[in-house]
């Protein structure tokens, strides 16, 4: 096909592969870059809502993730000595599913490759020229009417198109693993609940991602020398949680400790390159949107690109104008959620300002059925 367009896309993250399947729908031809030597994803489970399900939809990935994810019957609050402080129901038309990371990288992994991306691993990027090339450590240069910067929160895309950067750090980071869930794990309430344990000092949130698996993300001050170790300091966690002190120390080795930070970009494209996922608008994890985010944004940059047709720079344009708003109010939530303890006394968090991005119908899903 002689028009056919061609995008370059460093990192291969959810972001990645939702942007590079999203164009080969639209007839371009597409490649990622990944760094590591693997396709695969670091971190434990994660939360998907409404609006990334329609996103799965969109890609072709919806029916592997739903499948063996997790669709908790509430979300609750509770405090260090087990009683009930807040409670929430999300409903069908508001889906809140919890997952293993790998299961849903898993099953975008596959879309991806069905809707034939190229892939190539150890392929580290450095750079973007906004003329439409990636730059690889190797001295490759790889030319595209579009390249996309998906490399993540430390973004060397982002870097090098020296585009304005507003980095904020927050007090609070978590420590987040995968445990085996037992059949009698919880017995003062509905195991299958999602549920924050907040502590005067920690906070547990409890996250059963499947029968077997459950995803524990446990938030400390970054300052707390001694809670936020890994191997994690489990009489600490224990004495903070004796409901969970079982949960707890079946805890092994595992585990990573990161720090919350919301970075907000001048704009997210120069010339032929654009930004998306963590490298353009990475948020705190308190609202469960970030992947959420970079996908809906990968889709929608897909979408306005194939509207604005030969013209790249247009589309991107239509693209901000359409996609940022909702990100920003969402990196704002976010924020706000880490500094007030949203929740921690009682307050039920889920209103309609924090479950706007969840009810948001994503560009490119508006027909969608499910
Ligand atoms: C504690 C925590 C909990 C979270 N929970 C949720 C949740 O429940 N729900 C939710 O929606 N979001 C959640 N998020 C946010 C979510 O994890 C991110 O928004 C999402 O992973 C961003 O995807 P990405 O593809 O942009 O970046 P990444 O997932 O970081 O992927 C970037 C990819 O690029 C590769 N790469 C990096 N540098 C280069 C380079 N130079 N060249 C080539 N490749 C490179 C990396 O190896 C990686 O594969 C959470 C985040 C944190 C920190």
């Given at each position: 096909?002689?028009?056919?367009?061609?995008?370059?896309?460093?990192?291969?993250?959810?972001?990645?592969?939702?942007a590079a399947t999203a164009f080969r729908q639209r007839g371009w031809t597409a490649r990622i870059h990944e760094a590591a030597s693997e396709l695969r994803t670091f971190g434990a489970g994660i939360f998907i809502w409404e609006n990334g399900l329609r996103v799965l939809k969109a890609l072709g990935a919806y029916e592997?993730?739903?499948?063996?994810?997790?669709?908790?019957?509430?979300?609750?609050?509770?405090?260090?000595?087990?009683?009930?402080?807040?409670?929430h129901t999300f409903g069908n038309d508001c889906r809140m599913l919890t997952m293993t990371r790998q299961h849903l990288y898993s099953a975008m992994f596959a879309a991806a490759e069905a809707a034939g991306v190229d892939f190539e691993t150890n392929s580290e990027i450095v750079a973007a020229d906004p003329a439409g090339?990636?730059?690889?450590?190797?001295?490759?240069?790889?030319?595209?009417?579009?390249?996309?910067?998906?490399?993540?929160?430390?973004?060397?895309?982002?870097?090098?198109?020296?585009?304005?950067?507003?980095?904020?750090?927050?007090?609070?980071?978590?420590?987040?693993?995968?445990?085996?869930?037992?059949?009698?794990?919880?017995?003062?309430?509905?195991?299958?609940?999602?549920?924050?344990?907040?502590?005067?000092?920690?906070?547990?949130?409890?996250?059963?991602?499947?029968?077997?698996?459950?995803?524990?993300?446990?938030?400390?001050?970054?300052?707390?020398?001694?809670?936020?170790?890994?191997?994690?300091?489990?009489?600490?966690?224990?004495?903070?949680?004796?409901?969970?002190?079982?949960?707890?120390?079946?805890?092994?080795?595992?585990?990573?400790?990161?720090?919350?930070?919301?970075?907000?970009?001048?704009?997210?494209?120069?010339?032929?390159?654009?930004?998306?996922?963590?490298?353009?608008?990475?948020?705190?994890?308190?609202?469960?949107?970030?992947?959420?985010?970079?996908?809906?944004?990968?889709?929608?940059?897909?979408?306005?690109?194939?509207?604005?047709?030969?013209?790249?720079?247009?589309?991107?344009?239509?693209?901000?104008?359409?996609?940022?708003?909702?990100?920003?109010?969402?990196?704002?939530?976010?924020?706000?959620?880490?500094?007030?303890?949203?929740?921690?006394?009682?307050?039920?968090?889920?209103?309609?300002?924090?479950?706007?991005?969840?009810?948001?119908?994503?560009?490119?899903?508006?027909?969608?059925?499910?």
């Amino acid at each position: 096909m002689a028009n056919r367009k061609h995008v370059e896309i460093a990192g291969g993250g959810f972001a990645g592969l939702a942007a590079a399947t999203a164009f080969r729908q639209r007839g371009w031809t597409a490649r990622i870059h990944e760094a590591a030597s693997e396709l695969r994803t670091f971190g434990a489970g994660i939360f998907i809502w409404e609006n990334g399900l329609r996103v799965l939809k969109a890609l072709g990935a919806y029916e592997a993730v739903v499948g063996a994810a997790h669709q908790a019957p509430g979300y609750e609050g509770r405090d260090s000595g087990d009683r009930q402080i807040s409670y929430h129901t999300f409903g069908n038309d508001c889906r809140m599913l919890t997952m293993t990371r790998q299961h849903l990288y898993s099953a975008m992994f596959a879309a991806a490759e069905a809707a034939g991306v190229d892939f190539e691993t150890n392929s580290e990027i450095v750079a973007a020229d906004p003329a439409g090339r990636l730059i690889g450590a190797d001295g490759r240069t790889h030319k595209a009417d579009l390249v996309v910067g998906a490399d993540g929160v430390n973004s060397k895309v982002r870097e090098s198109l020296d585009v304005a950067t507003k980095r904020t750090t927050f007090t609070h980071g978590v420590i987040r693993l995968l445990v085996g869930r037992r059949d009698r794990d919880l017995t003062s309430t509905n195991p299958d609940n999602v549920i924050n344990y907040w502590g005067p000092r920690l906070k547990v949130l409890y996250v059963p991602c499947n029968a077997d698996e459950l995803y524990l993300a446990m938030m400390v001050r970054k300052d707390d020398a001694e809670a936020r170790v890994i191997p994690v300091h489990k009489d600490i966690w224990s004495t903070e949680f004796p409901v969970l002190a079982h949960i707890i120390g079946r805890i092994g080795d595992q585990g990573r400790f990161d720090t919350y930070e919301t970075t907000k970009l001048d704009r997210m494209s120069v010339g032929r390159a654009a930004l998306v996922g963590d490298s353009a608008h990475p948020m705190p994890p308190t609202l469960g949107q970030g992947a959420g985010c970079a996908i809906m944004n990968a889709l929608g940059m897909a979408v306005a690109l194939d509207e604005a047709g030969d013209d790249i720079t247009d589309g991107l344009r239509l693209w901000e104008q359409r996609e940022r708003p909702l990100t920003e109010h969402t990196q704002d939530i976010s924020g706000q959620y880490v500094r007030a303890r949203a929740g921690s006394d009682g307050a039920n968090k889920w209103d309609a300002t924090a479950m706007r991005t969840a009810r948001h119908i994503p560009t490119g899903t508006a027909g969608i059925s499910f």
